[in-house]
């Protein structure tokens, strides 16, 4: 039996550029795929014109209204002339297109390369971009993007690789930390008590910043949901605590000039690092009948792969068990 090719195997060049002169553009047949996992994106050449990206969105992950949801969001917050790459609006306002079975939006080109997180100088100014982003996040709250919590992120990720991926011979291994890993989660979240939540970038690591003149563009998104403002922050640090106190002492005094930042929630890095773990182990299964994941991480789903995923799920159980980060 013959199985179905991937939607995504129908975007060839022919139909990309159809997609975008859909829209009124002449493509000058140069298309250029870039580095995306989750959704397909393409640099478009165009006649007269700039080159656009154009991505096609994953058919299934985002109802239509929770990505117009995201596109408000960029474009508001571009609107008050912060560094964040929104999407092309048509002479109607929209901000997303179909073209056949496809949805697609449209892009500026934004050229600029990963910041160095290593650099303090580089973090006080994203601390500054990030006060201000989460100023305007904090003004309305999401309608349709959804929370990120621990049932979505831990509990459902665990059940999902519990009973559907991790090897037998390794399963009480896993289920055995898991358990504790979740359970400490909860209580760090119990723990902290009610917090703010606003409208965030949702997955703020340096693929998504664009460092350009001394200034980051951010891009991309497709992950914005409803969280606390550290989890725009936390995946910035990195290296052992003396190295994260200062990384994290940069951020905050760039973020102060324009936001208030609540100290309790640093007590939830480790929670949401222990979270996107599980997250993403769950991602990459949910997403192996994609061709392009099994070509691009060979490793996962491997024997060894599950061995090393437990050892670092224990440490990160460990790191759950030490004192917060501090303010200064």
């Not at 002479?91 to 697609?104: K, T, V, W």
Request: overall charge negative; proline content about 7%.
């Amino acid at each position: 039996m013959t199985e179905s090719p991937h939607p995504f195997s129908t975007l060839t060049p022919a139909f990309i550029m159809d997609a975008v002169e859909s829209q009124g553009f002449v493509c000058d047949c140069r298309t250029l795929a870039l580095n995306s996992y989750e959704n397909r994106v393409y640099q478009v050449g165009i006649e007269e014109g700039e080159p656009l990206v154009a991505k096609f969105y994953r058919p299934g992950r985002w109802t239509d209204a929770q990505i117009v949801e995201e596109h408000d969001f960029c474009s508001e917050l571009a609107g008050h002339e912060l560094p964040v790459v929104a999407p092309w609006r048509n002479a109607a306002g929209e901000s997303l297109f179909r073209y056949g079975a496809f949805r697609f939006a449209l892009y500026p080109r934004q050229g600029g390369h990963a910041p160095e997180f290593d650099n303090l100088d580089n973090l006080l100014i994203l601390g500054r971009m990030l006060g201000r982003i989460h100023r305007i996040g904090a003004v309305r709250p999401f309608a349709q993007r959804p929370t990120l919590d621990s049932r979505s992120f831990g509990h459902e990720s665990v059940a999902l690789i519990r009973d559907r991926f991790i090897p037998a011979e390794l399963r009480a291994s896993y289920t055995a930390v898991t358990d504790r890993l979740l359970e400490a989660i909860d209580a760090a979240v119990a723990g902290v008590g009610p917090l703010r939540l606003i409208r965030t970038h949702g997955d703020c690591h340096s693929g998504n910043i664009l460092w350009r003149d001394n200034a980051p563009h951010f891009v991309d998104f497709d992950d914005a949901r409803t969280a606390p403002a550290v989890q725009d922050l936390w995946m910035m640090l990195s290296g052992d605590r003396p190295r994260r106190m200062a990384q994290l002492d940069a951020l905050l005094e760039g973020y102060a000039e324009f936001n208030d930042f609540d100290p309790r929630e640093l007590r939830l890095v480790e929670p949401l690092r222990a979270l996107r773990l599980l997250h993403y182990a769950a991602w990459l299964a949910t997403r192996w009948e994609d061709p392009v994941f099994p070509l691009t991480f060979p490793w996962f789903n491997t024997p060894r792969y599950w061995n090393e995923q437990i050892i670092e799920l224990r440490e990160q159980l460990a790191a759950l068990a030490e004192p917060a980060l501090e303010l200064p």
